[in-house]
């Protein structure tokens, strides 16, 4: 038997749930942060779902967090988070990618998939998975999402990129939550596989000023 706490304050709403493998469902408890209330309501509903359960830091097999991409604030709200609960319980942290998550609910697992999120400025974080094996994940403009999706399916959770890629004819579904970060966050607890917290950071997908703002070098004639 696994016990798991599941985070996710990436998107427009934040989540948590626990889950516990052996049951049927395996999520036992699940809750919703509205808006932006994640960094005021997230440990607070952790604390509340865990004391509810009669369930204790230490009995954790592992804290599953969502680190982006997504709002900035968000992500450093539940990665801080994570952090501060796996030091003081001493349970270890995956880190799982919201893209990959969001790849997941099409529940095709033989087939490319590229998972679009909205990022601004006209531009899009693009994951690529075929199953659960991450292919890339990149940050690219409209043009380029059209290319690197050629031969796989495009799955989006947000209506703004499905308008943008609607040319594409993208699979809309509903916005990853805490939860659906189970099935990937169970692979990696079987395969032994922990991020380091002291070196977890966010998976924010942004170029560097310097590719920002880098301007075209002239050819000489």
């Given at each position: 038997m696994m016990r798991l706490l599941l985070m996710d304050t990436c998107g427009s709403e934040g989540s948590v749930a626990l889950a516990e493998?052996?049951?049927e469902p395996a999520i036992?408890?699940?809750?919703?942060?509205?808006?932006r209330s994640s960094s005021e309501r997230l440990m607070p509903t952790v604390r509340r779902l865990l004391e509810a359960n009669g369930w204790r830091l230490s009995d954790l097999t592992a804290i599953a967090v969502v680190h982006g991409p997504g709002s900035f604030t968000g992500v450093r709200v539940g990665l801080s988070a994570a952090k501060g609960l796996s030091e003081a319980g001493g349970v270890p942290v995956i880190a799982v990618s919201r893209l990959a998550v969001l790849a997941g609910l099409?529940?095709?697992?033989?087939?490319?998939?590229?998972?679009v999120l909205d990022a601004g400025r006209g531009e899009f974080y693009i994951g690529e998975y075929e199953g659960h094996r991450r292919v890339r994940e990149e940050l690219m403009e409209k043009v380029e999402v059209g290319n690197a999706s050629v031969g796989g399916s495009i799955v989006v959770c947000e209506a703004t990129v499905a308008n943008a890629l609607a040319e594409l004819k993208p699979m809309v579904v509903k916005e990853p939550a805490a939860e659906d970060a189970l099935a990937l966050a169970l692979e990696r607890v079987a395969a032994a596989e922990f991020d380091d917290v002291a070196t977890l950071d966010a998976n924010y997908l942004r170029r560097?000023?310097?590719q920002i703002f880098a301007k075209p070098k002239s050819v000489a004639s």
């Open positions: 493998t052996g049951r036992i408890a699940s809750e919703r942060l509205p808006g099409t529940g095709e697992s033989d087939v490319r998939v590229n998972a560097t000023d310097a």
